[in-house]
């Protein structure tokens, strides 16, 4: 309730923190009686999205259950702030068709019959599996797949307590691409842009209102808006981002490095770039390309090289490439060079995710934040390390010895993350087997491409030996699952997280509101599923026991990580875990818990938060510490080494950390690409991608036609037209996010799902004429390389022409009319395979109002349940990084009068076919030495040093 001061100087947005026990507002039911209802107020942490938001639950103290949830104003990066799906979790906890008890699966796999099991029924079946699979030297047969995270390390420190390789997760179909761009140029993988401080914000895609931390973000971008910055967007679409940009650049996809290529050359060009910085700050003098090499070299020589090199990309190419305006481009790039030091930026997903090369962007919008030597500043680009806390528990198992080759294959020896979209076809190649997966918050059926070859792997048992989908709601997954294990919501669960959300550096601590409002009110658990809703447990609880069940007599050296630091020999608690945690790992908060008579686990109960510093600038130029300094030797190239590692760089006369990279400076020259086969890429480039318009004429060339210097031959087998596909060629955006919907999570929330359920075809009206007077709301076919689907089109302006984009949040499916199984967004579907990998869906009913507990479910008016276009996309591995290229070309007519609204067919041979062209593009390890990857490059759950090298023929 918001609060009236009587003094009339100002409102009070949040309760405050000293009314959080007791509060009061009028029940809206009782209006216009003035009725009160009292709250607890418990924070927690938003699990709907990466940002990890502070959520505040209202407890009505007269039910003992939460009423709803609002913004916790003491969490410092969402300053009690959230977006649509955030509040709408409290939809998500009270669906009456929500999985409440661990389930096992009663007839074949994917029967769909299940039958409820007890936890010690799971923790036994699955201890078991997995201590004789160990026993008998089978560790890579144990696989975690993740889908979202939501929480910080105590996975990585569970696999490695087992001692295995066997971290796998939903990175490449997110963000290698962008990852890669940046961590060769510093290390860190992300960037955290200081928005609120910026003078110039540059977006690629739509971060307003559903990018990287889009809560957090955004309110700093409007801030910076509001202090005077300008916005530039960078987008085919007309999204709600751009439509709030002085700038809106509607680059054709795949161009995107073109434009921002040129944006350098007019800032190179002009003399209008931070010599000193790029002068001190990054390896130049490394640097060798088009037989220049800058070693002995001035300075200003390397400056006349690089604008040799890029005078190709002037406005005018980039506008031939991209159809942004030349002006604009020249435009932009002079704002940006008078922003200098206050250029901030952002780019995940769109250019990055969806092309080849989709690395290289990236790497261009960096060459642009080095120019102006906007990193590490206020209203600059910063490093994700920097503003990220990860504290570290009592004490951790060292790394595993193992490499797991179905996770970082010899072909992808650059990819950041794990091969995950390519498991299906690793599996199919015989490269490996699984004896017990665990999904975990996680729907590859769904959200991954080529869905049916996930199907094909999953219901087979010689593969998959043991699958257990751990999850807060029913999916396409869990659907092909041995167990399905409810895993607890927001406010049902622990955790630790911390984003780079702004210029600072915080801890957010995830509760089991329930179980800590009874706690306080001295009731004991022995574990959290006692106190949440039915049997709903949450995962630290579930790995800690889980470790138990493997090794409970503590012979196989597992145990032992889970085991009190307090208490030997007994049983780790989450309380003791996160405890140790905050009185020994986190800087300050001891201290600030002590000032109100706190232990910092009761602070952190209390505040749900804690912000552990701001003072994130500039962290390259610390001084390297007297301890690394002494002893140490400076190496020709300045590095300064101590016993043979890099502890920091000699610039201006003085040692500093620098950055993690081989050169501790900032990679303009990447030696590592050169040295890893890609020599043509050691410098931020451009190359066009596999959608690129020459590319969608050739894809239907006849054989040996030439289309001139202007296609690039290396994509041209990359494509082929299943033989009954028709229609006109165009580029399909296939991964807008709707701010409102987030992937499986959101398919329970009704708030969520009223908002919107529907993903139509947006066609331009240019393109409607071609496809022979399209309107709004006739049926299209639209055909990949490997089916097709069927689904309305919608004409608008607000899409470059030559593209046609669908978002991904719709089309979820169920196979049973009558299951449980998010029937508030789900269609009811009926799916055949009509030949060998041959798969066709019909949509038997859509949405449908239904009786439950909840009344709100009669009153369902909603029918569409959108169309699930995912399972019709072939895997696009990018053969440097891995990540999955989601943009692809289609071909798009109008539906014949077979053809009903989301019909699917898929034939999985071809996707099995497509994958083997692009892995044909990539260029495998061995790097130099006879390594597997770089080791300088960072890697999920890294195992020893001796691991990353190949076999030799010796052993
Ligand atoms: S941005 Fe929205 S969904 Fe994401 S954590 Fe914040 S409130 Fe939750």
Partial sequence: ???????????????????????????????????????????????????????????????????????????????????????????????????????????????????????????????????????????????????????????????????????????????????????????????????????????????????????????????????????????????????????????????????????????????????????????????????????????????????????????????????VKAEVIVKTAREIAAAGSRFASHLWRGSASGNLGGWQPARALMLLHVLTGSVGTPGGHNLNAWNKFVPRPYKNPPPQKRWNELLYPQEWPLCTHEMSPLLPHFLKEGRGRIEAYFTRVFNPVWTYPDGFSWIEMLRDEEKVGLHAALTPTWSETAWFADYVLPMGFSSERHDLMSQESYAGKWIGFRQPVLRVLQEREGKKFDYTYQANPGEVWEEDEFWINLSWAIDPDGSMGIRQWFESPYHPGKKLTVDEYYGWIFENSVPGLPEAAAKEGLKPLEYMRKYGAYEVTTDVYKQNEKPVAPADLSGSKVEANGVVTKDGKAVGVMVDGAAVVGYNTPSRKLELFSKTMADWKWPEFALPEYYRSHIHRSAQAASMAKPGEDFGPDFDKRYMPLVEWPKDSNGEVYTLLPIFRLPHLIHTRSGNSKYLYEIAHKNPLWVNPVDAKELGGINTGDLLKVHTEIGFFVLHAWVTEGLTPGVVACSHHMGRWRLNKEDHVERMSSAWVDLKEVGKGQWKMRQTSGVEPYETSDPDTKRVWWSDAGVHQNLTFPVHPDPITGMHCWHQMVRVERAGAGDRYGDIFVDTNLSFAVYQRWKALTRPAPGPGGLRRPLWIPRVVRPVEAAFYLPTEKG
């Fill in 1 to 323: 309730m918001t609060e009236f001061k009587r003094d009339g100087s100002h409102l009070s947005s949040y309760p405050p923190v000293e009314k959080w026990d007791d509060w009061v507002e009028y029940d809206p039911d009782a209006w216009p009686r003035r009725v009160e209802k009292h709250y607890q107020l418990v924070p927690t942490i938003c699990f709907n999205c990466e940002s990890a938001c502070g959520l505040l639950a209202y407890v009505d103290k007269e039910t003992g259950q939460v009423a709803k949830f609002e913004g916790n104003p003491k969490h410092p990066a969402s300053r009690g702030r959230l977006c649509a799906k955030g509040p709408a979790t409290i939809t998500q906890i009270h669906d009456p068709d929500r999985i409440l008890y661990p389930m096992k699966r009663s007839g074949p796999r994917g029967g769909g019959k299940w039958m409820r099991t007890s936890w010690d029924e799971v923790l036994e079946t699955f201890g078991a599996r997995i201590r004789k699979a160990f026993q008998e030297n089978r560790g890579e047969e144990v696989m975690y797949h993740v889908g979202r995270p939501g929480h910080d390390f105590i996975m990585e420190r569970t696999l490695q307590a087992w001692g295995i390789d066997g971290h796998n997760s939903h990175t490449n179909v997110c963000s290698s691409s962008a990852r890669l761009g940046y961590l060769l140029w510093h290390y860190a993988d992300r960037p955290s842009p200081d928005h609120a401080n910026a003078r110039f914000i540059l977006l690629l895609s739509a971060h307003l209102e559903s990018g990287h931390y889009f809560n957090p973000h955004a309110q700093r971008i409007i801030e910076g808006k509001m202090a005077g910055a300008k916005l530039a967007v960078m987008d085919p679409r007309l999204s709600n981002t751009a439509s709030m940009a002085d700038y809106w650049m509607p680059s054709y996809p795949g161009t995107e490095a073109a434009v921002l290529l040129a944006m350098a050359m007019v800032i190179l060009s002009e003399n209008r770039f931070d010599a000193t910085f790029v002068k001190n700050w990054t390896n130049w003098e490394e640097l060798e390309v088009d037989g220049f090499s800058a070693k002995g070299q001035s300075f200003e020589a390397l400056i006349e090289a690089l604008k040799r090199h890029y005078a190709k990309f002037t406005p005018e190419f980039a506008e031939k490439e991209s159809g």
